[in-house]
């Protein structure tokens, strides 16, 4: 069966590395799911602004619960940014709000500051961005006119390649930025543009990676409807990016029920959450060690059961 249909009636537990067209939300894209697979139980790690494309990562049923394993992974971006104009969004959605032709800059210009906006530096959230102030996200307040004080935000950028340079009185510039979570290319764009004295916006934007899911193992929503089931991964490679351990009898059946176990039962090299796969490289648990023991963070009793409940 193909189609809006196509996972109506079947239990569903997996991830989904969709290709995010331009024009409809990150909310559009798990609502589209939810019809495709037939599911309420459908979340993605890491918003993607309304005009980006790219990785969106969508869990479904029980894998909902490891996406937060994932937001924090490090992203891959390329994007455009033109020098110039700037815009009260700091992308192309937004209004102009200056406009100061730059027709001396030059790629040797940009390079030089490039290197001021990587390690570990401060960003302030735009004001359309998904992030919370005073309960209420500042895209909503944004929408209402507001303008409120948001508090610089430290983020982690390891790479910005100036991939191409088009001179002119707007000059734009093509980067590949690799960076830690949290980071707004397009407050990258804008700050890029006060650098060498004028200013900018990002023009475009496209999302190549989130930790290890490449846009080349991404499809669009028309594919996902067309072969649904095909395009789940199972749960064990929504975590790929931790180490494992596999198990198997009783320490299995502990871990399904959440054991604490003495570290050296679970002897994951890592200070960090790990994964615990059981027979049939199926996904038992996520886990991690203390001083002097390992206790579950997330347990997935039944998970990847053909009878299970996914919605």
Same mark, same amino acid.
């Given at each position: ?15 989904v ?14 609502a ?7 599911l ?96 209420r ?15 610089p ?22 980067l590949?930025?690799?960076c ?12 890029? !543009?006060?650098?060498? +004295? ?6 475009? &934007?496209?999302r190549?990676?989130? /930790? $290890? #899911? @490449? =846009? ?9 409807a ?7 991964l ?17 320490t299995?059946? !502990?871990?399904?029920h +959440? ?6 039962? &679970?002897?994951?090299?890592?200070? /960090? $959450? #790990? @994964? =615990? ?35």
């Open positions: 069966m193909t189609g809006e249909a196509a996972g109506q009636g079947g239990a569903t537990d997996g991830l590395v969709v290709d995010k067209p331009a024009g409809c939300t990150s909310h559009d894209v798990v589209r799911l939810r019809r495709i697979y037939g309420r139980r459908v979340g993605h790690a890491g918003t993607l602004d309304p005009d980006a494309t790219g990785v969106l990562l969508v869990g479904l049923g029980r894998a909902t619960r490891l996406l937060r394993f994932l937001t924090e992974t490090g992203k891959v971006y390329r994007g455009e940014v033109a020098f110039g104009v700037a815009t009260d969004t700091l992308d192309a959605a937004g209004a102009e709000t200056a406009r100061q032709p730059m027709p001396a800059l030059t790629a040797d210009d940009l390079d030089a500051v490039v290197p001021r906006f990587l390690g570990t530096i401060s960003q302030v959230p735009p004001m359309v961005s998904a992030i919370k102030v005073e309960g996200r500042l895209h909503e307040r944004a929408r209402a006119g507001e303008v409120v004080e948001r508090a935000r430290t983020v982690h950028i390891d790479r910005i390649d100036v991939e191409a340079f088009t001179p002119g009185e707007f000059p734009r510039a093509q590949l930025v690799e830690g979570s949290g980071t707004y290319i397009r407050s990258l764009a804008a700050d890029l !543009g006060e650098a060498v +004295g004028g200013c900018a916006h990002l023009a475009c &934007l496209r190549l990676r989130v /930790g $290890p #899911f @490449a =846009v080349e193992e991404a499809r669009t929503l028309e594919e996902i067309e072969s649904p089931a095909k395009l789940v199972p749960m064990v490679e929504a975590v790929r990016h931790l180490p494992r351990i596999d198990v198997d009898g009783e299995a059946r !502990g871990v399904t +959440g054991a604490v176990f003495p570290v050296t039962a &679970l002897d994951a090299d890592t200070t /960090g $959450p #790990f @994964a =615990v796969v059981g027979p049939d490289d199926r996904l038992l648990a996520l886990y991690q060690k203390g001083r002097a023991a390992a206790r579950p963070l997330v347990v997935l009793p039944g998970a990847g059961d053909s009878t299970g409940g996914g919605g």
